[in-house]
T-cell receptor, first 114, second 111 residues
Framework: SAVISQKPSRDICQRGTSLTIQCQVDSQVTMMFWYRQQPGQSLTLIATANQGSEATYESGFVIDKFPISRPNLTFSTLTVSNMSPEDSSIYLC???????????FGQGTRLTVV | QKEVEQNSGPLSVPEGAIASLNCTYSDRGSQSFFWYRQYSGKSPELIMFIYSNGDKEDGRFTAQLNKASQYVSLLIRDSQPSDSATYLCAVNMEYGNKLVFGAGTILRVKS
């Protein structure tokens, strides 16, 4: 299984600001995924990040709001831009574990926007 | 129709009993199925995965898959209070590598 380090683990931010979340994997992986988990809800995929190409965003999520970088096969960042209280959630990074996509998760970033 | 459906619960079982968690999915071409456990404030932890019809056992956990009925379940034998958590069913849909998660079932094991 992959070991995923995600930081920060939590943050409290002012509305209108941006936060960049980092995700580091201990091995090279083809695909990295960013999820959002709103309070009391399940996980919703934001986007899929492949190295060397633009991220693929799910319906309801746009690049201007959630820009993603994937500079190499072990690292990715997700930025939450121009934050509002509605962006308060846990943000999770996960990686593709192989042919059958065993997804492993980072520890998550608990974001509170005030 | 939701792509992956779970009963939100809570499902309450006494300590030592069998907990049965159920999940249905909409995409008949789905290939792989996962069960995650999530404690409050923590990230999901993979506990079981299954690809083929039938049962797969791992310790106290058994995953059951019936592709014809588009149904996957998780049985937890000898339930312990430490099993109290939200259990998420996830399905690898045919059209991509991404996982689609159900809403989760809250399990409470009473001592």
């Amino acid at each position: 299984s992959a070991v995923i380090s995600q930081k920060p683990s939590r943050d409290i931010c002012q509305r209108g600001t941006s936060l960049t979340i980092q995700c580091q994997v201990d091995s090279q992986v083809t695909m990295m995924f960013w999820y959002r988990q709103q309070p009391g809800q399940s996980l919703t995929l934001i986007a899929t990040a492949n190295q060397g190409s633009e991220a693929t965003y799910e319906s309801g999520f746009v690049i201007d709001k959630f820009p993603i970088s994937r500079p190499n096969l072990t690292f990715s960042t997700l930025t939450v831009s121009n934050m509002s209280p509605e962006d308060s959630s846990i943000y999770l990074c996960s990686v593709d574990g192989g042919a059958y996509t065993e997804a492993f998760f980072g520890q998550g970033t608990r974001l509170t926007v005030v | 129709q939701k792509e992956v459906e779970q009963n939100s619960g809570p499902l309450s079982v006494p300590e030592g009993a069998i907990a049965s968690l159920n999940c249905t999915y909409s995409d008949r071409g789905s290939q792989s199925f996962f069960w995650y456990r999530q404690y409050s404030g923590k990230s999901p932890e993979l506990i079981m995965f299954i690809y083929s019809n039938g049962d797969k056992e791992d310790g106290r956990f058994t995953a059951q898959l019936n592709k014809a009925s588009q149904y996957v379940s998780l049985l937890i034998r000898d339930s312990q209070p430490s099993d109290s958590a939200t259990y998420l069913c996830a399905v690898n849909m045919e059209y991509g590598n991404k996982l689609v998660f159900g809403a989760g079932t809250i399990l409470r094991v009473k001592s």
